[in-house]
């Protein structure tokens, strides 16, 4: 009996698993189609988004609007999504999806890039924030290997 219970609750878990994936899945293709980008069939696929194509008026509104289907049916945690501070919060949308990637243990990682822009005559170098949805294993494992090499670079020093 103890098993059956086991198996039960696994698939109840594996249920929710997959109910705040498809949630997350959808936001994310609703947010590609709104800035022109083709959607996608799995959250990995999100690479290399700019941040202020991600955080517009259109999809702030978008992430405001959809609080009944986070909600109401239980998928997202209010308090753990920090959904009280939705308002307040410049570029919510970005926490959101930080806490909704860490609950399917993928990671919402931003880097910084580089880009040359031409005013008039004069070159520029503006740097953009890239956002991009990896497993969360690559990303300790990027950290954990950028501490070592700042640890070996502290030892020489």
Known sequence: MITNAVQEHDIN???????????TLDLVNKILTNINKPVITDLKEFI????NDIATEINKN???NSGNIFFDTNIFDKQKM???????????ILTFLRYACAELNLSFVSKQKLKSVKVGDESYLKMYSMYSIVDKIETTKKDTEESKKKLQKIKKD
């Open 13 to 23: 878990n594996n249920n929710n698993f997959n109910k705040k994936y498809q949630v």
């Open 82 to 92: 920090n959904w009280s501070r939705r308002r307040c919060t410049l570029n919510y």
């Open 48 to 51: 290399d988004i700019n941040k």
């Open 62 to 64: 978008l992430i405001l």
